[in-house]
């Protein structure tokens, strides 16, 4: 039994490659994260809004490197559109293997208002969800774009401080 950590080397009893760990957590590539946001069409769309953080479900579209999402004249739209960058979020779960991930991106919204890319916008066939008018198509250019997958913890595997309270109080 050796404790080297080089490829190929045997693992001490009971201890698990680095990448299999329970709480393991994978920094996904560039491409990775691109490929998982297309995977999706929903996200959280972070923005300030005033003197607070607000956050707006959004269906969007992967284009070139950006996403594009489609708004109403509104709360959204101004502060996605202002002067001070977004965020967006989106995630996945497969229930088959338990394996979660996540993809950020931080950037800014623009407005999209040239009259060619309009129409190549349109062709993205980018539909909400909730009806009524939509006519503002909104274009992330992000600045960065990180992600992670892990595995899901069973629940009966959490814990938290206020588990071992609960259990003095009962006993």
């Known amino acids: 039994m050796t404790t ?4 190929g080397a045997e693992q001490p009893k009971n201890q698990q490659p680095k990448d299999q760990e329970p709480h393991a957590v994978e920094n996904l590539d560039h491409h990775e994260c691109w490929r998982l946001l297309r995977s ?7 923005v300030w809004v005033d003197d607070h953080p607000d956050i707006f479900p959004i269906n969007y579209k992967v284009d070139h490197g950006t996403l594009v999402f489609r708004t109403a004249d509104g709360t959204k739209l101004q502060a996605a559109t202002g002067d001070t960058p977004v965020a967006v979020e989106a995630d996945g779960v ?3 293997s338990g394996i979660a991930w996540s993809v950020v991106i931080k950037g800014q919204a623009a ?3 040239n009259q060619q890319e309009i129409l190549d916008t349109v062709g993205l066939l980018l539909f909400p969800w909730q ?3 939509k006519e ?3 274009r992330i250019t992000p600045d960065t774009v990180t992600g992670r997958r892990f595995k899901v913890a069973p629940p009966l595997t959490w814990w938290t401080p206020l588990d ?3 259990r003095s109080g009962l006993e």
């Open 4 to 7: 080297d950590s080089s490829p």
């Open 94 to 96: 497969d229930p088959d």
């Open 164 to 166: 071992d309270a609960t």
């Open 40 to 46: 999706v069409t929903v996200g959280r769309l972070a």
């Open 136 to 138: 503002h198509f909104v």
């Open 131 to 133: 009806g009524g008018k």
């Open 111 to 113: 407005a999209v208002k």
